[in-house]
């Protein structure tokens, strides 16, 4: 088995891809009411802030930030997971006899990418890969035709410009 490093900065700014396991499938466009339900519980049981977050059809990138003190994120990514997948109808669901034994729905890769942000400019450079990310995919021609994404509430806050990315 793979010894995987990850870093654990206590109160830090991480950027986080989450991926289906079938990249074929649109389960988060298509179910972002329960996405965005299953978001925002995970908020409520495991506090963190959200610098920056877009879905796409089949992964979503965003940026956590944690409360001082705590360096958890693996259990706000597992529960945030856990819960979409309970959330979504169970035909969706095809758990062969590995994933059952791991208690998987067989919705998401195993895995997830996490990155520490070091600092300012790593985390504009994140959040500039995030707002684009739709784009770069062909799923929209500019930044602002993307409506699953928080780069509206960035826009009001003077961010960005409305029309950045497009």
């Given at each position: ?25 649109d ?80 919705i998401?890769?195993?895995?997830f ?12 450079n ?6 684009f ?13 993307w ?20």
């Amino acid at each position: 088995m793979s010894n995987y490093r990850r870093d654990f900065t206590r109160g830090a700014h991480y950027f986080f891809t989450l991926a289906l396991q079938d990249r074929t499938k649109d389960y988060l466009i298509r179910h972002i009411d329960r996405l965005r339900l299953a978001y925002r519980e995970t908020k409520i049981r495991y506090p963190f802030e959200t610098a920056a977050i877009c879905v796409l059809p089949d992964h979503l990138h965003f940026i956590m930030r944690l409360p001082e003190g705590d360096h958890d994120y693996p259990i706000r990514i597992a529960y945030l997971k856990t819960r979409f997948s309970q959330l979504i109808p169970k035909k969706y669901r095809a758990p062969n006899g590995s994933k059952t034994k791991k208690r998987e729905a067989g919705i998401w890769q195993r895995r997830f990418w996490e990155h520490l942000i070091r600092d300012e400019q790593d985390l504009n450079n994140h959040r500039d890969y995030i707002y684009f990310n739709p784009v770069k995919h062909g799923y929209a021609a500019s930044v602002k035709e993307w409506r699953y994404s928080s780069f509206f509430r960035d826009v009001e806050k003077g961010i960005y410009p409305l029309d950045w990315g497009g």
